[in-house]
């Protein structure tokens, strides 16, 4: 059943909520999405219906999408450094934050295949800060070392490079990243879950934050904004993820 019909919080809602706060923890101007990500477009969208003065270039967008050569204005906008945030994820994200969108086994993957790099290499370096998301959060995914590297996660010295990674989100908790030591910190639980059973389902090993607590849940007015003005913001690009999260179907 869905949030909205049962009046449930979906896991969705808070993993949107989570990102909208992380994005506002910092000063932040401009923020990109890429293609297939109503989380975190979700979560763009609840910091500016909150009130947040973001300039959103949403390259999923079927109408209204400022971009009409898709990812080379991205990459052109980034390059010169005027996209502050960005969310990447990976097939396997590692302790150090490196990303996989390879695959697994012998080069180029021949195990398991994901579904490329594209530019993720070039965003996580130009990019003034990225979040990572990944919903699945299992040793698989998790892991000490990525078999192949699509984006590192630090670089070394004399490298240039505008941004790292300011946290890993998934559907069990919150991770900071610190740069200089190249290492993951568990912040925050989501319901139901422990450092022990975060512990057991990560494949790196991690510091644990003195103030570990459990990720705070949406707020009654940011539930509010979700189903209703953020539903509304991306009906016509996530309408199943509306349908199914919020319990909205398009009238078209």
Known sequence: ???????ALAPEELLATTLARLIVARPTRHVAVGAASPIPAAACWLAVK???????SLLHKRSG?????????????????RVDLFFLGGGQIG?????NLIGTGEWPGRGVRFPGSFGSAFMYFMAGRTILFREEHSPRVLVERVEHVSA????????FRRGHAQAL????CVFGFDPARARFTLDSVHPGETVDSVRAATGFGFDVARDVRETPAPTAAEL????????DEMME?????????????SAA
């Open 224 to 231: 509010a904004l979700l189903r209703g003005p953020v539903c």
């Open 169 to 172: 989100v998934t559907g069990r």
């Open 50 to 56: 909150q009130g947040a003065p973001l300039r959103l």
């Open 152 to 159: 590192p996660g630090v670089s070394e010295a004399g490298v």
């Open 65 to 81: 999408n400022p971009f009409t050569e898709g990812s080379r204005e991205l990459f052109d906008l980034t390059g010169q450094g």
């Open 95 to 99: 302790g150090n934050a490196d990303l």
């Open 237 to 249: 690009t996530y309408p199943d993820f509306c349908a199914r999260v919020f319990g909205r179907r």
């Open 1 to 7: 059943m869905s949030a909205a019909a049962g009046g």
